[in-house]
């Protein structure tokens, strides 16, 4: 526990607290602010940044279903959510930490280490394989979170550091080979399904409704707003802004490394090579979704229609078929500043 | 100013005490062996201008600092407070000049950040709107509680901020200059905010240097000066002139005694320097300014009354809502710092340490720096030219260094101001703004510095001058404009710069000095 509660702890009693009857409401407030209500065009821009992803989702998925006739298809759409399922478990994680001012660079290397680790410890059977990676998940993102939240030294160092290790880590224990899955029951998790969707999909939709949850229905949640929005007002208000910040980072090493078990379940083994530059993907895709990167603001549905967004134009780019990976790259990146410049301009238009 | 006494009498006990406080840092001691005693129910005024140590004793009350001696005692008993969340825990509220809210968040999400209402686990939105609109109806303030913070006016998100504060059950609510950015409006709603707060037994520490303020809600005052207590009692045995007397560290009667040295009375030449209507609320309002050549114009005023704000503006360093700026009848362009430069027009800013010198530059490099353009031909620097400049600069100024190229950090305060003078006077400026030119400098160099002034103006340049020390404005200038509260008070000049009639302007006219030196 944090030494502070110690303060209040030793305390003496005090004075009586003075508690008379709370005074009668005065008869007229006095204050009527007249500036209440952000005008009509803030609000109209605030309305269209928090919804501009999804919106764009919208549309861009009815222009691919006129364009492309198998882009409806049941089997295209169960593709494209099983491929974007293990980013949607990463993009979480990444939208606690970027709506607390923060930023991961780690999460790539967490998830191919998450995959070299399913591997090693489906030896002891399919919970050991899930367990392992998400505990060690865990635990980098704690220690990355210890030293940003106490030390408070700065995000884009010490998870860059993190990229750094957990990649080695993952290269060191598999020898740089696949891991192999064994068991039946341990590549059965990310095999197989019902309705026509594979179980990480399940898994994913889960935990990004219980995102949504943490994040608007819980002192947590908002604790991260309130940090990222004002970090010395969230102090001088007693929150204890280490442990949010240590929370942030854990959950996104736990999710990280759990979506690189559940891909490596899927592919039968997992590559410590998997997911490079994973982690710009995953910031891209909160941003898209109408998370500021400057911290404060954001939602869980943005964040879902972003890396929904980023998976159909890559889906899109695969129908077209003569179009390299490189392509899709190119359009993701220009899609990216198309929304980030008009994200900057509706920001602007609500003067925040 | 009856509701004060019901509760005096009533309630004696100290809530919160200071004992002897010490708090020293490299070089400085910020407090020195400070007493402050918070009855329950009091509302304590804690006044002192810059660097008396206002700031520091808050942050000795909210766990900010700890002291080096001496103790706190809340309810009779020592604690330490190991943060601003421990004290708040225990009863403590703060309430800054910077609002210290979540502009992002709404308004019911700042007042119960942290201890949000919950059904089923959950945060109950409708219950936490519900609470925080009674909370401000209690209070006299209506406002859509839903509405972001950053979309409410100053005055309103203090209020907030107010509100978060009473509605922790806090025995003690610290509020530090409050009103800086109040209408006069919000003004009254606070006041009525801290009255309703003294009838429920809460005790304010009250912060300002608006002096109405203080005479108009506080029952005891307490002045520090130089990290020392210099007076507390009740607010009622003070005059306005006697608290600024005890603020300054002046005595009335010797001032009203001490002749004012002569001041020439310059002739009608066109002013160099002329502002006119310079308005930025609510820190300045329509301020009128003229400088003639040769003349030293100085600010007076007390912390807070917009000295500092109006050498910024004019430099068109802070933005400005109207009001014009000209040097020699051409109006510069507002919201520029290169135009104002441009036009003659040089500021030597208060926190020098920040916005003038760079530390780890030779003297030269920093003299230099800013006539970089003039010495280059081509964008490639004459050293010839520059060396030339800097030596002369040397030895006009009299700038004691080990040669031109020594560290500028290793000069002691005042050659560091005479390096920065140094930097602008290259420009060959027709208008040089000082703002507090002397502070943190021995006795020697402060001399040294105020011939510079002198000499200066004798040949032919236009001065304003902003210093808290009363001689210095008095003895160094030839006409003192009063500021107080972001507008002209006042205008002394001529045989009627004395520090009397100074200390007298900036109390306020009201005071009558014959009475105001009985008190003193």
Same mark, same amino acid.
């Given at each position: 526990?944090?030494?502070?509660?110690?303060?209040?702890?030793?305390l003496?009693e005090g004075p009586p607290r003075a508690s008379p009857p709370l005074p009668p409401a005065l008869?007229?407030?006095?204050?009527?602010?007249?500036?209440?209500?952000?005008?009509?065009?803030?609000?109209?821009?605030?309305?269209?940044?928090?919804?501009?992803?999804?919106?764009? =989702?919208?549309?861009?998925?009815?222009?691919?279903?006129?364009?492309?006739?198998?882009?409806?298809?049941?089997?295209?759409?169960?593709?494209?959510?099983?491929?974007?399922?293990?980013?949607?478990?990463?993009?979480?994680?990444?939208?606690?930490?970027?709506?607390?001012?923060?930023?991961?660079?780690?999460?790539?290397?967490?998830?191919?280490?998450?995959?070299?680790?399913?591997?090693?410890?489906?030896?002891?059977?399919?919970?050991?394989?899930? =367990?392992?990676?998400?505990?060690?998940?865990?635990?980098?993102?704690?220690? #990355?979170?210890?030293?940003?939240?106490?030390?408070?030294?700065?995000?884009?160092?010490?998870?860059?550091?993190?990229?750094?290790?957990?990649?080695?880590?993952?290269?060191?224990?598999?020898?740089?080979?696949?891991?192999?899955? #064994?068991?039946?029951?341990?590549?059965?998790?990310?095999?197989?399904?019902?309705?026509?969707? @594979?179980?990480?999909?399940? /898994?994913?939709?889960?935990?990004?409704?219980?995102?949504?949850?943490?994040?608007?229905?819980?002192?947590?949640?908002?604790?991260?707003? @309130?940090?990222?929005? $004002?970090?010395?007002?969230?102090?001088?208000?007693?929150?204890?802004?280490?442990?949010?910040?240590?929370?942030?980072?854990?959950?996104?090493?736990?999710? $990280?490394?759990?979506?690189?078990?559940?891909?490596?379940?899927?592919?039968?083994?997992?590559?410590?090579? @998997?997911?490079?530059?994973?982690?710009?993907?995953?910031?891209?895709?909160?941003?898209?979704?109408?998370?500021?990167?400057?911290?404060?603001?954001?939602?869980?549905?943005?964040?879902?229609?972003?890396?929904?967004?980023?998976? /159909?134009?890559?889906?899109?780019?695969?129908?077209?078929?003569?179009?390299?990976?490189?392509?899709? #790259?190119?359009?993701?990146?220009?899609?990216?500043?198309?929304?980030?410049?008009? #994200?900057?301009?509706?920001?602007?238009?609500?003067?925040? | 100013m009856?509701h004060h006494e019901t509760l005096a009498q009533r309630v004696v006990d100290p809530v919160l005490e200071?004992?002897?406080?010490?708090?020293?840092?490299?070089?400085?001691?910020?407090?020195?062996?400070?007493?402050f005693t918070l009855l329950q129910g009091q509302i304590h005024a804690l006044?002192?201008?810059?660097?008396?140590?206002?700031?520091?004793?808050i942050?000795?009350l909210t766990?900010?600092?700890?002291?080096?001696?001496?103790?706190?005692?809340y309810g009779g008993?020592?604690?330490?407070?190991?943060?601003?969340?421990?004290a708040q825990r225990a009863g403590i509220s703060t309430i800054?000049?910077?609002?210290?809210?979540?502009?992002?968040?709404?308004?019911?999400?700042?007042i119960?950040?942290? +201890?949000?209402?919950? !059904?089923? %686990?959950?945060?109950?939105? !409708?219950?936490?709107?519900?609470?925080?609109?009674?909370v401000l109806?209690r209070y006299g303030i209506?406002?859509?509680?839903?509405?972001?913070?950053?979309?409410?006016?100053?005055?309103?998100?203090q209020m907030v901020a107010v509100a978060r504060a009473v509605s922790l059950d806090a025995r003690v609510v610290i509020m530090d200059?409050p009103?800086?950015?109040?209408?006069?409006?919000?003004?009254?709603t606070l006041f009525r905010v801290i009255r309703l707060l003294h009838e429920q037994g809460v005790a304010v520490v009250y912060v300002?240097?608006?002096?109405?303020?203080?005479?108009?809600i506080c029952d005891e005052?307490?002045?520090?000066?130089?990290?020392?207590?210099?007076?507390?009692?009740?607010?009622?045995?003070?005059?306005?002139?006697?608290?600024?007397?005890?603020?300054?560290?002046?005595?009335?009667?010797?001032?009203?005694? !001490?002749? *004012?040295?002569?001041?020439?009375?310059?002739?009608?030449?066109?002013?160099?320097?002329?502002? +006119? *209507?310079?308005?930025?609320?609510?820190?300045?309002?329509?301020?009128?300014?003229?400088?003639?050549?040769?003349?030293?114009?100085?600010?007076?005023?007390?912390?807070?009354?917009?000295?500092?704000?109006?050498?910024?503006?004019?430099?068109?360093?802070?933005?400005?809502?109207? *009001?014009?700026?000209?040097?020699?009848?051409?109006?510069?362009?507002?919201?520029?710092? %290169?135009?104002?430069?441009?036009?003659?027009?040089?500021?030597?800013?208060?926190?020098?340490?920040?916005?003038?010198?760079?530390?780890?530059?030779?003297?030269?490099?920093?003299?230099? &720096?800013?006539?970089?353009?003039?010495?280059?031909?081509?964008?490639?620097?004459?050293?010839?030219?520059?060396?030339?400049?800097?030596?002369?600069?040397?030895? +006009?100024?009299?700038?004691?260094?080990?040669?031109?190229?020594?560290?500028?950090?290793?000069?002691?305060?005042?050659?560091?101001?005479?390096?920065?003078?140094?930097?602008?006077?290259?420009?060959?400026?027709?208008?040089?703004?000082?703002?507090?030119?002397? !502070?943190?400098?021995?006795?020697?160099?402060?001399?040294?510095?105020?011939?510079?002034?002198?000499? &200066?103006?004798?040949?032919?340049?236009?001065?304003?001058?902003?210093?808290?020390?009363?001689?210095?404005?008095?003895?160094?200038?030839?006409?003192?404009?009063?500021?107080?509260?972001? +507008?002209?008070?006042?205008? &002394?000049?001529?045989?009627?710069?004395?520090?009397?009639?100074?200390?007298?302007?900036?109390?306020?006219?009201?005071?009558?000095?014959?009475?105001?030196?009985?008190?003193?």
């Open positions: 526990m944090s030494g502070s509660d110690v303060g209040s702890r030793d003496p008869d007229e407030p006095t204050v009527r602010a007249t500036s209440v209500r952000p005008g009509r065009r803030e609000r109209l821009a605030g309305a269209l940044q928090r919804n501009v992803s999804l919106g764009l =989702l919208v549309l861009v998925a009815l222009a691919a279903t006129l364009a492309f006739p198998d882009f409806a298809s049941r089997a295209n759409l169960s593709n494209v959510a099983i491929q974007n399922a293990l980013l949607a478990l990463v993009a979480v994680g990444m939208t606690f930490v970027i709506i607390s001012g923060g930023i991961d660079l780690s999460v790539g290397s967490v998830f191919a280490l998450g995959g070299v680790l399913a591997g090693l410890g489906s030896a002891w059977g399919p919970v050991v394989a899930l =367990l392992l990676p998400l505990l060690v998940g865990l635990a980098i993102g704690a220690f #990355q979170g210890l030293l940003i939240g106490r030390a408070r030294m700065a995000p884009f160092i010490v998870t860059l550091a993190g990229l750094l290790f957990a990649r080695g880590a993952a290269l060191a224990i598999s020898d740089q080979l696949p891991m192999p899955i #064994q068991g039946e029951a341990a590549r059965m998790v990310g095999q197989s399904g019902v309705a026509g969707l @594979a179980y990480p999909v399940f /898994i994913a939709l889960a935990v990004v409704g219980s995102g949504a949850v943490v994040l608007n229905r819980t002192r947590y949640g908002q604790s991260l707003f @309130a940090i990222g929005g $004002s970090e010395e007002a969230a102090r001088l208000m007693g929150l204890t802004v280490w442990r949010s910040k240590l929370i942030a980072y854990a959950t996104t090493g736990a999710l $990280s490394a759990l979506a690189g078990a559940l891909l490596a379940s899927r592919l039968g083994s997992g590559l410590p090579t @998997a997911a490079q530059g994973m982690e710009l993907n995953a910031i891209a895709a909160v941003v898209i979704g109408g998370t500021l990167l400057t911290g404060g603001a954001g939602t869980m549905s943005g964040t879902l229609a972003g890396v929904l967004l980023l998976g /159909i134009i890559q889906n899109l780019i695969n129908q077209v078929g003569n179009l390299g990976s490189y392509t899709q #790259q190119v359009v993701s990146g220009a899609f990216l500043l198309v929304v980030v410049v008009v #994200q900057r301009y509706l920001t602007r238009e609500q003067r925040l | 009856a200071v004992v002897d406080a010490t708090v020293r840092f490299p070089g400085v001691t910020a407090l020195d062996e400070v007493s006044v002192g201008e810059n660097g008396a140590g206002k700031s520091s004793l942050k000795v766990g900010v600092y700890q002291p080096d001696g001496g103790e706190v005692r008993q020592p604690v330490r407070f190991d943060d601003p969340a421990a800054y000049q910077e609002v210290n809210l979540v502009p992002l968040m709404s308004v019911a999400r700042n119960f950040l942290g +201890r949000e209402p919950k !059904r089923l %686990g959950l945060i109950d939105y !409708r219950e936490m709107n519900r609470q925080a609109a009674a109806d209506g406002l859509d509680v839903t509405a972001p913070l950053r979309s409410l006016g100053l005055g309103v998100q200059e009103t800086s950015s109040l209408e006069a409006k919000e003004v009254e300002s240097h608006r002096l109405d303020e203080l005479f108009a005052v307490t002045v520090l000066r130089d990290g020392r207590t210099v007076h507390t009692g009740r607010m009622g045995d003070l005059t306005k002139a006697s608290l600024v007397a005890a603020m300054l560290g002046r005595d009335l009667a010797a001032a009203k005694q !001490r002749q *004012g040295t002569t001041h020439r009375e310059i002739d009608e030449t066109p002013p160099v320097l002329r502002v +006119r *209507g310079l308005q930025r609320t609510p820190v300045l309002h329509g301020i009128d300014l003229d400088v003639r050549p040769g003349e030293v114009v100085g600010l007076g005023g007390l912390l807070g009354a917009g000295r500092s704000e109006t050498a910024r503006a004019v430099m068109g360093v802070d933005p400005v809502d109207r *009001g014009t700026v000209a040097v020699d009848g051409t109006e510069i362009r507002r919201g520029s710092p %290169g135009a104002a430069v441009g036009a003659g027009l040089v500021l030597l800013p208060e926190d020098r340490r920040n916005e003038g010198i760079i530390p780890n530059l030779s003297i030269r490099d920093n003299i230099v &720096l800013a006539a970089l353009p003039r010495l280059s031909r081509a964008g490639v620097v004459s050293d010839r030219r520059a060396d030339e400049l800097v030596s002369t600069f040397m030895r +006009r100024l009299g700038i004691r260094a080990s040669g031109p190229h020594q560290k500028v950090r290793e000069l002691s305060g005042g050659n560091q101001q005479k390096v920065m003078l140094a930097r602008w006077l290259c420009l060959q400026p027709k208008v040089l703004i000082l703002d507090e030119p002397t !502070r943190g400098i021995d006795v020697g160099a402060k001399a040294e510095i105020r011939d510079l002034i002198d000499e &200066l103006a004798a040949q032919g340049l236009g001065l304003v001058l902003i210093s808290s020390e009363l001689d210095e404005v008095v003895e160094g200038s030839d006409r003192v404009v009063v500021l107080r509260d972001g +507008r002209i008070a006042d205008e &002394l000049a001529g045989d009627v710069v004395t520090e009397a009639a100074l200390l007298q302007a900036l109390a306020g006219r009201a005071i009558d000095l014959t009475e105001a030196a009985a008190d003193g």
